[in-house]
């Protein structure tokens, strides 16, 4: 008779046969049989965090810089529920994410025991899929699976919880050959006669853009993305869950489209009479008013996820399927239409494109008082770093200076919070990069917002030795909110002032987490403080940048507007370009 092991020690074992270096998490009553048998585990780390959210953005991080399943681990009621973030998170941006969390006793659930609460019924709208395990036998079943879901067809966040008497009750530990899932068949492949049809609308367009989504990302697809751009000359924007999805430096690339994209990539979609979307989800922040958006142009949309396909816009061309596997196939077909001598010339098109790249660059103006300029200081961290680091960003104007002024040239570079717009995740994300890719330098762009929420992960970094560097966007503001108050509240600025410049003092902050501190308000030292930080490898690092209050994020698409209605900080708004068409 084989021997029998706590559903603790089979969840351990679990992990170790999904082959998981890392571990994200705190304990607490429920989920403490668990850790008891983790300590000994000689192939699974635990990192012990300072609050939940950032084991949940912790994960997120490890998992879009490695493209791995992320894991992060909680204790019931509060804990769990402290995760409710970080998995709505990942559920928008479609992270492989595994949460487990321990559960009141099975008996117990239902009585409102202490710190019991029904994080399954909480989660079920924001997870691929959930588990309530309450037999031992039933744990290694459900991981196995909860990996396979995390991270095939479109990625997202599984959630397995597990009371504690199953935890502590014995059972023969049986890890799964094969994974039945009979209704969870993700489709992959691509119609054969979709991709001819697709290939025959591309070579026939006159004004086509490839409209490259986070989707890209998460396939691994950029080298296929590359190379279909390069075969055809068609243009290439890419959202902000994309960039780095196609390299900044590429002639082909015309920046990032939506309410702060470039004019250029904002007028490619607005004029275009073909959308190639690849792995994007026409989300409002791309598309402004839906009505005015693209009004012209006909629409092949390649998604995993058939519930995408037609939610936003109606796709001419649908196809559900792996965008890297459509795009391979894409190829050939486009080349079988070229060598039939079918193809438009798009010179116009580019004449056009390239008017407004010369005529609308991306740009700011230097503050006259001689404070400093936030985007300055983002675009030397750019350039000083350089493209083979990982930037992760928190929410707001720094954000989008950050998908901006850093030239983004490799996937897997870029990490933000797109869809849920989470202030608080760029420390523990950097955090969970950094742990996974630890030869790379990894940065955290915060404002002074976004970092008081959980900058205590600082001190988890320094006790696990994981050198993240910080760099501060300090405007002592609630930043994108007070430019909202600029442009539509009359200068009112109703609680959007956080005293940052002087209340806390960061770099005291830093020195107190056992940080090395830095602080820069002068232009000309930007530069030479950043390479400090750079040369700083053995501690965290956190730069203060105290940088000028009013600065804004131009080009700007109000919210409720469509693209058209795009404007700039000196009021060059194209309409677009006069109705030039």
Known sequence: MAEKITGAESLVRSLENANVEVVFGIPGGAILPAYDPLMDSKSVRHILVRHEQGAGHAAEGYAAATGRVGVCMATSGPGATNLVTPIADAHMDSVPMVA?????????????????????????????????????????????????????????????????????????????????LPGYKPTTKPHGRQIKEAARMIVEAKRPVL????????????????????????????????????????????????MHGTVGAVGALQQSDLLITLGARFDDRVTGRLDSFAQKAKVIHIDIDPAEIGKNRIADIPIVADVREALIQLIPAVTAEFDAHNREDLTDWWRTLNHWRETYPLGYDIPTDGTLSPQYVIERLGKISGPD???ASGVGQHQMWAAQFVGYENPNTWLNSGGLGTMGYSVPAAMGAKVGCPD?????????????????????????????????????SLGMVRQWQTLFYNERYSNTDLHSHTFPDFVKLADAYGCLGLRCDRPEDVDKTIEKALSTNDVPVVVDFQVHRDAMVWPMVAAGTGNDEISFARDLAPKWEREED
């Open 100 to 180: 487990i969390t321990g559960q009141v006793p099975g008996p117990a659930i239902g009585t409102d025991a202490f710190q019991e609460a029904d994080i399954r019924g909480i989660t079920m709208p924001i997870t691929k899929h959930n588990y309530l395990v309450r037999d031992p036998a039933d744990i290694p079943r459900a991981i196995k699976e909860a990996f396979h879901l995390a991270s095939t067809g479109r990625p997202g966040p599984v959630l397995v919880d597990i009371t504690k008497d199953a935890l502590q009750a014995r059972s023969e530990f049986v890890w799964p050959d094969t994974i039945d």
């Open 211 to 258: 409209y490259v989504g986070g989707g890209v990302i998460r396939a691994r697809a950029s080298k296929e993305l590359r190379q279909l751009a390069e075969l055809t000359g068609i243009p290439v924007v890419t959202t902000l869950m994309a960039r780095g999805a196609f390299p900044d430096s590429h002639t082909l690339h015309m920046g990032m489209p939506g």
């Open 389 to 391: 680091s990982i930037y």
């Open 440 to 476: 790379k330098t990894v940065w955290a762009i915060d404002g002074d917002g976004c970092f008081q929420m959980t900058n205590q992960e600082l001190a988890t970094c320094t006790i696990n030795n994981i050198p993240i560097k910080v760099a501060l966007i300090n405007n002592s």
